[in-house]
């Protein structure tokens, strides 16, 4: 499953890099190993930061933590 969290205006490129980078620091926290995370741009002034995993109780700590505004099988 990947989860995105959308960011819109000319900040928006460094703005979904920081929260990929968090997104790391989540993950190491809660001692979650099974994950990618990143930043893509989408179109001109959207980016998405993203976390792909499989793993299921990686999946939960992402949708009850962190509410990703959208996911993807």
Not at 45 to 59: E, G, T
Request: charged share 20%; glycine share 6%; proline share 4%.
């Amino acid at each position: 499953m990947t989860y995105f969290w959308d960011f819109y205006g000319p900040n928006a490129r460094g703005i979904a890099e920081h929260f990929a980078r968090h997104l790391g620091d989540f993950m190491a926290r809660y001692q979650l190993t099974a994950f990618t995370a990143g930043a893509e741009a989408l179109a001109p002034n959207h980016w998405a930061a993203w976390c792909k995993s499989d793993d299921l109780a990686v999946q939960d700590a992402v949708k009850k933590a962190l509410r990703p505004q959208r996911q993807e099988s």
